[in-house]
């Protein structure tokens, strides 16, 4: 990332609203505050929001400093778009036991698929995701 | 430098619109505003191709993606001159020989 035209630099998404997808699965909204060449973030007035179906859940999580080789995607929130949402937002609690029940039943779906694979002599290597850089 | 040739390739796509399938099986389609050295890849007027399990990206238009994240980069076969690509790919290995 430089200061080159035409190059993918994130400078203009600065002190934007910002979604930022991490490799961890977790999804992360606030300010753009700041970048380097490795696209590590800072993030101001950060909320990590959790989906589960239609519903989503908010929890304020202050600065956030993101190392660069955890970013999926960084997405510009477009507030028009936002406020037009189909999402319900709800508490914290309800949203924590909401994704608490989701994982149980993908860990059950897991340990059965596993099973089935093991029954018939195969198993799947899981896949390593390291910077390559 | 890196090499050069897939970042001059990605820079003749730009205004195309692409599919970017990342490592962790989320499909964008949109167009391609912009890449860099890095093959990070900015794009416009995204969505999301597969069913949308992923509903946080609804109120997304144009987002920024980490070359290290990209699995694959579809393209419309029209939009690519194969046997350019080919030679560019050739005398790029002839120099890296020297």
Known sequence: ?????????????????????????????????????????VLHQTVERIHVGKKYGDIPRGIFIVRGENVVLLGEIDLEKESETVLQQVSIEEILEEQRSQQQAKQEAEKAKTQALKDRGLSIPRVDMLDEY | MFWLLFYSFFKSLVGKDVVVELKNDLSICGTLHSVDQ???IKLTD?????PEKYPHMLSVKNCFIRGSVVRYVQLPADEVDTQLLQDAARKEAMQQKQ
């Open chain 2, 38 to 40: 890095y093959l990070n």
């Open chain 2, 46 to 50: 995204i969505s999301v191709t597969d």
């Open chain 1, 1 to 41: 990332m430089n200061y080159m035209p035409g190059t993918a630099s994130l400078i203009e998404d600065i002190d934007k609203k910002h979604l930022v997808l991490l490799r961890d699965g977790r999804t992360l909204i606030g300010f753009l505050r700041s970048i380097d060449q490795f696209a590590n973030l």
